[in-house]
């Protein structure tokens, strides 16, 4: 269940009972919008912070945690390195993940038994590709994604719709792939969207799911004969896949509304059932058919059979590489990456050559007369505000590095710190020799002050500033990986910057409240122009307006044009400049730290708060699974499991009315088809304070009746039940409503196995007549006490009509 922005909730799984074992690939399948991808995030502890789950998922009949190297998720986006190839992204993931002690002859090795395992000998020295550089195809995409997850072997694979996006061909071979590596006795579990026949027949199991509701859990090639039995047989010359899907997916009632209007299909007649009733009601009858099923009650004693076996303790499947070894390897990646992305340094080198020889025209050889005194200062602010503000156009790789950095975070390739500090070694290069390069041309075009260290002051400047950016826009696409919205707000906060930065206006006039405390000491365009300013005027003779006057010294230019304290050294600005780049950069690595644990936390509290005041208001004390004002909401849901090697994954619903969960009973289950009309009532004990009327009439009954019972013998004792329990609980007027006959013939029109429950404690494990449920309900809501709520029964229908409520039954 989620919690949504208003504090409603939405259920988006319920009631789901399967496992998984090893060898076997699983397919989770369903229309969009199903829970398919839900549930394999739930499997593999990936939901969401506002999702709330119950039940249990078993790793070996033990609740356990997946640790690095015993699962591995493959997400459904490709989020790969263009620039390397194939081999090259295999062996530096070996590089991070595998011990330091492991040689690089084996290392080097096992890739090579990787690349052969997925079939990408023919393209492994060919990149992977990117908005520049041709690559690898879309299904060779998909596989080498695969293979950096199962390059440590892991014993439980999650992929999420794996074939999405490829054409016929290319789904079929991944798929054969994910077969291939179950039978290596490992646990594949995917989520496939709509597969082709061929792609369908490699299935070993199938989970269909609609509406977050079980449909179909069994093997794969016994759908057929279930979605026949259940009076949806699939046609012969239909893909099954799509029979499936058409089945259970409500969308096709709008295509079929269209061509019924149409004149080609007006006259035509088709045998088809969908075409005779709704999807939602085939739905209804598939999900109630196979509750009944023997596919139903076979996952169920699997699922008891494998959480009653405590299987070993999965360990890590191997060591990590040791923190030293994984930073020098995403250095080296990154390095190179950047070397090769044209886009992501070359380009702005390119254009940051063109700008300064421009500027060297402009100010060429600006001299010292007194006209030369603003074109300095206006050349410092260009440089200085263009440099950096061009570091913005890094940021839609600073995007794809975060795409890749989430990806191999969450598998646990490696931590956060190795990510950042790989990140500003990698970059340093580039950064020294763009600002170098430009800064160079500048500053002996426009003839700056003369002198290597007033020189190497300007470019050291230069290299601090444009670092500064490319840290904060890192940090920006740390939390905003919205390409447009992310250089919207780079570009928002250096403009903010460089407006306190001291040209536009001057020091002293910026007005004290936040613009000049404490905006302009946050701003590196501040400490940057300051330095430049002293570093360039300091030391020079300018002539004043008229020959006559005397020269105007740099000092004065310096106090009186730009009000800078020229008591207060150069170098201190260059500190405080390169402390920012430390700042910054802890920073990434902390906004990385947030978006990774406590965002998740504080949107995990509102989802709790939100939902804990709407049960306030709602007057309820539910838990945070299930909640539904009827009856339904009594349902004992079935257990849940999954693991592996053999696993299971449970699940139990909520007391809609008095919060109380109700837990797993043990229960004797018949295998095989069960009769249609059998009920099974189960007792539930528990050890609340508050005497139900039912559990002392009920507690020399058993606590479990078999299915198997006759339906006759099942509905005496119900009548039994019936006729103690209303006296019970109204008092002894019960009835003076003549209730019993219309429920015992209610119960006799039962259709299906379902289940609501009575009165607390009983349990009747069947589905009737909406009149049966809401009867029930107002039954047990009663108050004889209360005359303003009176229950009516309507003489001509016996239909109950609902305490004041206005609701017909």
């Not at 909730?9 to 009972?17: A, D, H, P, S």
């Not at 013998?713 to 006959?741: C, F, H, M, N, W």
Request: glycine share 8%.
């Amino acid at each position: 269940m989620v919690t949504l922005r208003n504090g409603e909730t939405q259920t988006v799984l319920e009631g789901l009972t399967g496992y998984a074992e090893p060898g076997t690939l699983t397919a989770l399948m369903g229309p969009s919008g199903s829970g398919k991808s839900t549930l394999l995030d739930a499997l593999a502890s990936r939901l969401a912070t506002n999702a709330f789950s119950s039940g249990h998922v078993l790793l070996n009949g033990r609740k356990t945690k997946l640790s690095f190297g015993a699962a591995a998720y493959v997400t459904q986006d490709d989020n790969l390195i263009g620039t390397l190839t194939v081999r090259e992204t295999i062996m530096y993931s070996a590089k991070l993940r595998l011990p330091d002690k492991m040689a690089a002859e084996e290392k080097r090795a096992l890739v090579e038994g990787t690349i052969i395992e997925m079939g990408l000998q023919d393209c492994a020295d060919t990149v992977i590709g990117n908005w520049h550089l041709r690559g690898i195809s879309g299904g060779e995409k998909r596989r080498v994604s695969i293979a950096l997850e199962i390059l440590m072997r892991p014993r439980l694979l999650f992929l999420d719709e794996p074939t999405s996006g490829l054409d016929s061909a290319s789904a079929f071979f991944v798929t054969q792939t994910l077969r291939s590596l179950s039978r290596d006795g490992r646990t594949v579990i995917a989520s496939i969207h709509q597969p082709s026949s061929e792609v369908f027949e490699l299935f070993d199991r199938l989970y269909l799911l609609s509406g977050g509701k079980t449909v179909y859990f069994g093997q794969a090639s016994d759908a057929y004969d279930f979605f026949a039995q259940a009076g949806f047989p699939c046609p012969s010359l239909r893909n099954p896949s799509d029979h499936f899907l058409r089945c259970v997916n409500s969308d096709f009632d709008k295509v079929k509304a269209t061509l019924k209007g149409s004149m080609k299909m007006k006259f035509k007649r088709s045998d088809d059932p969908l075409e005779k009733i709704t999807t939602g009601e085939a739905i209804r009858r598939l999900t109630e058919f196979y509750a009944c099923s023997q596919y139903y009650y076979a996952a169920r004693e699997k699922v008891d059979e494998i959480s009653r076996v405590k299987g070993t303790i999965l360990d890590s499947g191997g060591s990590q590489a040791s923190f030293l070894m994984q930073a020098c390897t995403l250095t080296k990646r990154s390095f190179v990456n950047m070397s090769r992305d044209f886009g992501y340094y070359w380009l702005r080198l390119l254009i940051y050559i063109i700008v300064t020889i421009c500027i060297g025209t402009i100010y060429f050889k600006v001299g010292t007369g007194y006209n030369s005194i603003l074109a300095r200062g206006a050349c410092a602010s260009f440089v200085f505000g263009f440099v950096t503000f061009m570091s913005i156009g890094g940021f839609p790789s600073f995007v794809e590095d975060m795409k890749v950095f989430q990806r191999e975070r969450l598998n646990g390739h490696y931590g956060v710190a190795a990510f950042v500090i790989s990140n500003t070694l990698s970059a340093m290069p580039f950064l020294i020799t763009i600002t170098f390069l430009s800064g160079t041309i500048c500053y002996f075009m426009v003839r700056l002050h003369p002198g290597f260290i007033h020189y190497l002051f300007f470019v050291l400047c230069l290299y601090a500033s444009v670092t500064v950016v490319e840290s904060l826009m890192m940090a920006i696409a740390s939390v905003i990986p919205n390409f447009l919205m992310g250089i919207i707000i780079g570009a928002g906060i250096q403009g903010i910057f460089m407006l306190v930065s001291g040209y536009f206006r001057l020091p002293h006039d910026i007005p004290k409240p936040v613009w000049r405390y404490p905006m302009t000491y946050i701003s590196f365009h501040f400490w940057a122009l300051q330095g430049q300013y002293q570093n360039d005027l300091h030391g020079l003779i300018f002539d004043n307006q008229s020959p006559d006057l005397p020269k105007i010294p740099g000092d004065y230019v310096l106090e009186n044009v730009f009000q800078i304290d020229v008591r207060r050294s150069k170098w201190v600005d260059l500190t405080v400049l390169f402390s920012m780049i430390a700042i910054y950069r802890i920073l990434f690595f902390v906004m990385i730290k947030i978006s990774e644990d406590v965002s998740p936390w504080i949107r995990g509290y509102i989802a709790r708060r939100r939902l804990k005041n709407r049960h306030k208001i709602n007057g309820s004390s539910i838990g945070l699974v299930n909640r539904t004002p009827s009856l339904r909401g009594y349902v004992v849901e079935p257990n849940t499991s999954i693991e592996h090697p053999s696993g299971a994954f449970s699940s139990h619903a909520v007391n809609g009315r008095r919060g109380d969960v109700l837990s797993s009973v043990s229960t004797r289950q018949a295998i095989g088809p069960l009769p249609r009309l059998s009920p099974e009532i189960i007792l539930i004990s528990d050890d609340e304070e508050e005497k139900d009327p039912i559990a002392a009439i009920m507690s020399d009954q058993e606590s479990v009746f078999l299915a198997s019972e006759s339906l006759q013998d099942i509905l005496q004792k119900v009548e039994k039940v019936i006729q103690q329990t209303v006296p019970a609980i109204s008092s002894g007027r019960g009835r003076d409503y003549d209730l019993l006959p219309f429920i015992v013939d209610s119960l006799k029109d039962i259709e299906r196995v379902g289940g609501i429950r009575l009165a607390g404690r009983c349990e009747i494990r069947l589905t009737c007549l909406e009149e049966l449920i809401y009867l029930l309900e107002e039954l047990v809501d009663f108050d004889p006490h209360d005359e303003a709520t009176p229950l009516m029964i309507d003489a001509q229908t016996q239909r109950g009509l609902g305490p004041s409520k206005g609701r017909g039954l």
